[in-house]
C-alpha cells in the first residue's frame, strides 16, 4: 500500500509504503498452525474397550466367576480408568399364614443383594432390587397353614430391579492388567426377602431367582497414535498450502 500527501500548491511532501501482505500474514498463519495442531492433537483421544457378562435367573444363592472376561492387556497402551455398570433382577415368590391367636397384617417384601466382588469378599458394585407388595389382612389363625383361606396368602411373584454405575481408578487397577481372564473376580447374588408381621406369629415360604448383568469399559490411552483419519489429513494438508502461498506472497 503507498501513502501521499501533498501540501496546497500541490508538492509532494510525504510518501509511505506498507506491505499490506505481510500484515496479514501473521494472524493467518497462526490461525493454520493452531488448526493443524487441533488436527493432529485429536488424533491422541483415548480408547475404550467393552465387555459383558450376564448370569440368570437361576436360584440363589449362586456364585458367578467372570472366568469369560479378559485382563487389559498393558500392551495396547495406559489403563486410564474402568466403568462399572451392574444391573440386578429378582423374581421371588412370597407366601404367609399367620399362626397367631389375633389377626395379623402380612406385607411382602421381596429383595436381594447382588454384588460384583473381587477375591470373593472385596465389593466394587452394589444393587439391592426391592419392592414391597400389597399387605393382606389375615384372620387369626383358621387351623391349616396352607397359605389359604382367612389366615394365609400366597402373594405370588413380585419383581424388581436396579443398577449402578462406578468409576475405578488408582490402585484398584492393578488386579485388572494382565493378559489373562478375570477368573479372580466374580458376581454373587443373595435372596433377602421377608414377610413383614404385626403379632410376629407366621409360617412363610419365601423363594428367589435372581439376574445379573455386568459392563465392564476399559478407558485407556493407546502406546501410538492412531493414523490420522483421511479428513483431518486432508485439513493438515490444506493448512500447509495456505502457509506455502503466504510465502510465496512475501
Known sequence: MHIAQYNRAGKLICHKSTNSSHSQETPMKKHLIALALAVTAGAAQADVITQNDSYGYNTTNWTHTLGTLNQFDSLLGTLNFITVTLYGAINQ????????????????????????????????????????????????????????????????????????????????LTAFIGTGT??????????NGAINSDNGNLDSSISTEALARLTLTYDYTPTTNKVPEPASMALVGLGMMGMMALRRRR
Open 93 to 172: 415368590n412370597l407366601s404367609a399364614e399367620n399362626t397367631g391367636a389375633t389377626s395379623d397384617n402380612l406385607t411382602p417384601v421381596a429383595g436381594g443383594t447382588i454384588r460384583f466382588r473381587q477375591g470373593g469378599s472385596t465389593v466394587l458394585a452394589q444393587v439391592l432390587p426391592t419392592t414391597t407388595g400389597t399387605a393382606f389382612a389375615a384372620t387369626a389363625y383358621d387351623g391349616t397353614s396352607d397359605f389359604g383361606g382367612t389366615s394365609g396368602i400366597n402373594f405370588g411373584v413380585l419383581s424388581a430391579n436396579d443398577s449402578t454405575t462406578v468409576t475405578l481408578s488408582g490402585a484398584a
Open 182 to 191: 478375570l477368573s479372580g473376580f466374580d458376581v454373587r447374588a443373595i435372596g
